[in-house]
């Protein structure tokens, strides 16, 4: 069972034996509120400059992107100019126009 559906059967039992509806499901918001409060306090990410540093790590992983796709874009233009140019010269090899460039 998925625990969204464990913490929907333990509410309806906790209704059942008395407990307020509204009451439960504020507990439950406040419980994970907590929770991930926790988890991010153990990744690092709870003080004050943590949304300025997160902003932060955003950006240098665009501009890693950024760099990888510009990279490859290079990559990919050079092979298609030498591709070309390899095709010119076998052209002009077939052609036996190289007589005249080597004379």
């Known amino acids: 069972m998925d625990k969204a559906g464990?913490?929907?059967?333990?509410?309806?039992?906790?209704?059942e034996q008395g407990a307020d509806l509204?009451?439960?499901?504020?507990l439950a918001e406040e419980a994970?509120?907590?929770?991930?409060?926790?988890a991010m306090g153990a990744l690092g990410l709870a003080g004050p400059g943590a949304r300025r540093d997160m902003?932060?790590?955003r950006e240098l992983l665009q501009a890693w992107r950024d760099a990888k796709r510009s990279a490859w874009q290079a990559v990919v233009t050079w092979v298609v100019r030498i591709g070309?140019?390899?095709?010119?010269?076998?052209?002009?090899?077939?052609l036996g126009l190289t007589g005249l460039v080597l004379k």
């Open 6 to 15: 464990m913490l929907a059967r333990l509410m309806r039992q906790a209704e």
């Open 22 to 26: 509204v009451t439960l499901r504020a």
């Open 32 to 38: 994970s509120e907590a929770g991930a409060e926790r």
């Open 55 to 57: 902003d932060e790590l």
């Open 84 to 94: 070309l140019a390899a095709l010119l010269v076998g052209m002009a090899v077939k």
